[in-house]
């Protein structure tokens, strides 16, 4: 007995050393993460998470909703959550690399059916947006295809841009939305309100610029909503993009390390002590645009464009007074545009020089608290701050420089907010929440005038006002198919004293397991910027008493499911918007009356405000989306959406005129192939790619009569065009882009390598000027060539 003892002792403990020796020959990760209720967002205990990869890895949540499994081989891998009551959820293709833990959060929804009423599917990811009220034009923002996607260069305003009717200027990332203005989309970070986040903020497009500060190495999956938003989202008129930010690893520290043409990235996370809940994640990038700029790597002539950022989160759980959150996200900035020597001058344009200063942050401290009796109460205190300082230099042929403009913004925001969430049950869930905003402003700005002379006032301001909101959303489930979601939003301008009652409902109805349809209605404004109210002119503030813009909205949406992998929507719309600022001009010395321009906020382009303007305007769009979509598998995707849309819009004259982005179409052709390649085939090579076929940049152009000369005698050398003559009529040709990527991802036992090659191209139409040896009316078009080519361990 004592030997078959020894012998089977013998056996198993060769048999371990054998198993020992194929898992160190085999490249493995942990994958780890949370599960909850989406509705209520509280922990879920029991849950049965499985990873499918041909044998079964298996485990269960515990009391605190948390999961572990160890020992996953590197590659792409299901993931499936099950609970009894509950609709399972299915996260395909997650990539499990050897250098990083994938950390993954379950949403589950439970399921009001009957036993036997309906076939339950499982909820395939990506399929519904992270914000359980978002039922229509709502969509999750996944950080996986933000890195995986061409073109997206892991910026988040540039992947948007790949969504259906979504539009970008292609040398900027700003978004616009269902032909509306990039200045209508609401940014937010955590659930707080921040001011534009991109680098270069609207040097070149108002609501736009050249990389967010953010990127999908602190970024979790978020929301990205262009239809009829839900209550919670209040000053947002063409959309949102919620992002948030992930937590650090609170078990184990990983750190990452990126060099590439478009600069150093350093990332680090982990426990902030040994034995604690908590966890830090800091993220550091710094440019290297300039030596980008030597190797000819981008085409920027005489630009500089040096940037940093930094962004953190410290999560700090404790055992009974909830989860409390630091996060901060900064970024400086700094644009120089020489003036080119003379013999290289081609156009008008070429004959000035420019240059600015950035910087933006935005720090909030947040706490989460669940309630024993159930619900959650999350409240925020942030702070966000913008500073910008600039300035533009016009030149003659003997280089004698004329200052054109000079200024300087700045705005501190705090932020006091409080949502509370309680699912009274499977059919029932109620949102409430408050928020204030407390608006500090400094800002002026001096500009050429227009008929000569020094620079003069364009707008100056000193103060505060607030912005305060108070919303309720109701979600109801009627049956098993059917639910609704009802709610308002009540807000105050406190600088105009201006009070706003908005509506929202949608409702979604399950044709079948693998179909729904959806439709939404929601009254939605947005106010303007600072500069906008104070405007100077005759030492008076025309624009302090401007109301807010504001917009009917209805979207409808039908979701198809073909097959597993394959999604189909359809998705029309309509928006109406009313109480556009728009400029009526005094005519002769002001006691004839008024007339109108063709000016509208919905056009604005700039980064300044100049005008006296008056809500009188109106603007319309419609149009549909379609989005199909092959996710993720067998290393095989693709997508492609479309987009046929007008966008007009009424001047202070009542005339019709089309919208400055009223591109009538936009398509985007992208896929991609990955390989698991090397002989444990635990190493991945991808190639994807994407094509971009939009309609033409609109414009006005310059009208007959005004000459080469009349334009050299004005200060500013700009071209004088008639404010009464039809805007925007003509149109460029198809603008097309494309991009390509090349990765690949060496897995090492706790160390991955990765190899990145991206390509972007795109042509921007940026007006008409004239050519300085011919004296005729020119095109002037920018070309965003941007390859970058990194290297980045994770270990």
């Known amino acids: 007995m004592k030997r078959m003892f020894l012998g089977a002792a013998l056996m198993m403990l060769l048999g371990a050393t054998e198993m020992m020796a194929q898992v160190s020959q085999t490249a493995t990760q942990t994958i780890r993460g949370h599960v909850c209720d989406v509705a209520s967002g509280e922990p879920m205990i029991g849950v049965t998470i499985t990873v499918e990869n041909g044998s079964t890895l298996a485990t269960v949540s515990d009391t605190d909703g948390n999961f572990v499994i160890n020992n996953v081989p590197v590659g792409r891998h299901a993931v499936r959550a099950t609970f009894i009551g509950y609709e399972p959820v299915l996260l395909k293709e997650q990539l499990v690399s050897s250098g990083k833990e994938l950390v993954l959060t379950l ?256 720090v909030g401290l947040t706490h989460n608290y669940r309630f024993r009796t159930g619900g959650t109460l999350h409240s925020s205190v942030a702070f966000t701050g913008s500073y910008r300082k600039l300035g533009v230099n016009d030149y003659t042929t003997e280089m004698n420089m004329t200052p054109e403009m000079a200024g300087r913004n700045s705005q501190w925001n705090v932020i006091i907010s409080t949502q509370h969430q309680h699912k009274f049950s499977s059919r029932y869930t109620m949102q409430n929440g408050f928020e204030h905003q407390h608006l500090d402003f400094s800002t002026w700005m001096d500009y050429i005038h227009e008929t000569g002379g020094p620079l003069y006032r364009v707008y100056d301001s000193d103060g505060n006002t607030g912005l305060t909101r108070l919303y309720t959303n109701h979600k109801v489930a009627l049956s098993s198919r059917l639910s609704t979601v009802a709610g308002v939003n009540v807000m105050w301008f406190n600088l105009n004293d201006q009070w706003l ?182 190493n991945v090579f991808g190639i994807n790619g994407r094509l971009t076929m939009m309609g033409g940049d609109r414009y006005t152009p310059i009208p007959d009569g005004i000459t080469f000369e009349d334009v050299m005698k004005r200060p500013d050398k700009s071209v004088p065009i008639d404010e009464g003559m039809d805007p925007y009529t003509k149109q460029k040709g198809m603008n097309v882009g494309y991009a390509f990527s090349v990765k690949y991802t060496i897995n090492k036992q706790h160390t991955a390598h990765h190899i990145i090659l991206e390509y972007l191209q795109m042509k921007t139409f940026q007006g008409q000027t004239f050519d300085l040896k011919t004296h005729e009316i020119v095109d002037k078009f920018t070309s965003l060539t941007f390859p970058n080519i990194a290297y980045r361990v994770e270990f």
């Open 501 to 682: 009652v908005e509506p929202r409902v949608s409702m979604q109805y399950k044709i079948s397991p693998s179909s729904t349809f959806s439709v939404a209605y929601a009254m939605n404004s947005r106010k303007g910027t600072t500069d906008t109210y104070f405007v100077l002119m005759d030492g008076k503030n025309p624009n302090k008493n401007l109301g807010l813009t504001r917009s009917h909205h209805i979207s409808a949406s039908f979701a198809q499911r073909l097959g597993e992998n394959i999604m189909l929507k359809i998705e029309p719309y309509w928006q109406w918007l009313f109480d556009v600022p728009v400029e009526r001009l005094r005519v002769g010395d002001g006691t004839s009356g008024m007339m109108g321009s063709t000016y509208s906020i919905l056009n604005h382009r700039n980064f300044f405000q100049d005008r006296a303007l008056v809500n009188e305007g109106a603007g319309r769009n419609y149009g549909v989306d379609f989005t199909l979509e092959r996710y993720l598998k067998d290393g095989f995707y693709g997508m492609v959406t479309a987009t046929l849309f007008k966008a007009e819009y009424r001047d202070a004259q009542g005339q019709w005129h089309h919208s400055r982005h009223d591109r009538r179409y936009i398509t985007n052709i992208l896929g991609g192939k990955e390989w698991m390649i090397g002989k444990a085939k635990k």
């Open 107 to 362: 949403r589950m929804c439970e399921n009001v059916a009957e036993l036997g009423e309906v076939v339950v599917k499982p909820r395939v990811n990506k399929q519904l947006p992270l914000n359980d009220m978002a039922q229509v034009g709502a969509r999750m923002f996944s950080v996986e295809e933000a890195s995986r996607y061409a073109g997206g260069m892991a910026d988040p305003a540039r992947t948007a841009s790949m969504f259906a009717g979504v539009a970008t200027g292609g040398a900027t990332n700003g978004i616009s939305i269902h032909g509306n203005s990039p200045q209508m989309l609401q940014w937010r970070i955590e659930g707080v309100e921040v001011p534009n986040p991109n680098h270069f903020a609207e040097i070149t497009e108002a609501g736009g610029g050249v990389f967010t500060s953010l990127n999908g190495t602190v970024l979790a999956n978020s929301d990205f909503l262009t239809g009829a938003m839900p209550a919670e989202y209040g000053n947002a008129l063409s959309g949102a993009f919620d992002m948030k930010m992930r937590v650090g690893n609170n078990t184990k520290y990983e750190h990452a390390i990126q060099v590439g043409t478009l600069g150093v990235d350093f990332a680090s996370e982990g426990p902030l002590a040994k034995g604690s809940k908590a966890s830090y994640l800091v993220n550091y990038r710094y440019s290297f645009l300039e030596i980008a700029k030597k190797l000819h790597a981008i085409n920027m002539e005489k630009e500089t464009l040096d940037y940093q950022d930094l962004s953190f989160k410290l999560n700090m759980p404790t055992r009974s007074a909830g989860t409390f959150a630091l996060w901060f996200t900064g970024l400086i900035d700094r644009y120089e545009n020489e003036v080119p020597d003379v013999s290289e001058w081609e156009t008008l344009w070429d004959m000035n020089d420019s240059w600015s200063r950035q910087k933006n942050c935005a």
